[in-house]
């Protein structure tokens, strides 16, 4: 027996084929376009991500043609707080999917804080008045472009996360559904009654029946064909968050375990169990997953700019061809010589959250060279993960001396060295970086009945490598000393400062 996952994430789109043991049989993929119209915004053509999606799953299926009648499902995981406008009779996208980096909506957020909006969004979603979600993104949309203000209030248009965007095409119209983990990214769902929130949706502008039925993690999203490709329409069953599907994937079934998941930004999340705690320091409440109607919670620490900042070296900047050439730059030089490269490219994340925030190089020196550069955006990677998850363990109250790790960038050692060794804490890698796939397609499995229980999930044997950290706890704590102090440059020279 195989299963089908799709893992449409914020720089490709990948289809894989695993066994029922949740082993990869093969992989296809496609890069999509990362769009900058203007400085501070981001956005993608969901046309071409749709293309892709049928490109990717029709390749597998050809290069495993014997064995589709083996197939029993196929599921979905994906980019999160990424919103698309579409047509609801053709599914044709009707403007740029705008991204989850995209900072468009600041000033309409700064609007709602003061007017004192923000703890009614803080208390009904567990999320911060932040551009990175959802909702902002729509209310530009509908305030910029009085058409799709008017389609969406007719019903002629829909809007959702990408998730719902891809079960609307895949089943040529007849679901329009989200999982409650995308829904919980939008700043317009209450993760406590589980719903679509009217005073959320009229604060934002956002008709509530323009968005889509909201169903379990493990719950059927329609059967596909794939136009005609497959011999009998799939069962789509499993979607999540790609966050949330990792930490799913990593078997963090248990208060206070915790995952990051290394990617274009970083999401750490610890699981709270079946109550929610709302937080007042930044920590986000997440809603962690839902299944047989029963919800999980997690803390959640965003790093907005992760792998991204070693992309603009490369793209950017040209300081080298790929980034395993900018990894041997950087493991070139025994520390950074006091450079630190604050990736505040789209604003920072846990435990700033300060959008206007601007990235910058400090500390160069004569001595200075691209080699330091290059240490110095790794180093920032590891840097903001510890720094997200000290806020984590100071609001949970628990040590988290281990932490399970996944992305594709936990293929490089010496960047999960650096980790450990900033973080204080043991990482424990997944040999399979791609948990996000693994854990929608687990949570297909669950929903479709092969696997009974969360439990027969958690018995699953997990392959992992382990990095324990080497650098003395009294160099570490000096090292973030230094770092604060480069993040508190920037911030002081930030707008609005």
Known sequence: MLFLALDQSTSATKALLFDRAGDVVDRESREHRQLYPRPGWVEHDAAEIWANTRATLQELLRRHAARREEIAGLSLTNQRETVVVFDRASGEPLAPAIVWQCRRGEELCAAHRAAGAEPLVRARTGLSLDPYFSASKLQWLVRNRPDLRTRLADGSALVGTIDAYLVHRLTRGEV????????????????????????????????????PEVRACSAAFGATTLDGLLPRALPICGVMGDSQASLFAQRCFTP?????????????????????????????????????GAPTYAFEGIVISSAS????????????????????????????GGVHLVPAFTGLGLPHWRPNARAAITGLSPHSDRRHVARAAFESIAFQVADALDALRAEAGTPVGSIHADGGPTASAFLMQLAADLTQAELRVARHPEASPLGAMLAGQLGQGFIRSIAEIAALPQDEIVYRPALPAARAAARRAAWDAAVRQVLAGSPGS
């Open 256 to 292: 206070g375990s915790a995952k990051v998941t290394f990617g274009t930004g970083s999401s750490l999340l610890l699981n709270l169990g079946p109550r929610p705690r709302l937080t007042g320091n930044g920590v986000l409440t997440a809603l962690a997953w839902t299944h047989a």
């Open 309 to 336: 900042t070693l992309t603009w070296l490369r793209d950017q900047l040209g300081l080298a061809e790929d980034v395993p050439a900018l990894e041997r730059l950087a493991a070139g030089v025994e520390d950074s």
């Open 176 to 211: 329009f559904a989200t999982d409650a983990t995308n829904a919980s990214r939008t700043l317009l769902f209450d993760i406590a009654r589980l719903r679509w929130d009217d005073e959320l949706c009229g604060l934002f502008e956002v008709p509530v029946r323009a968005l």
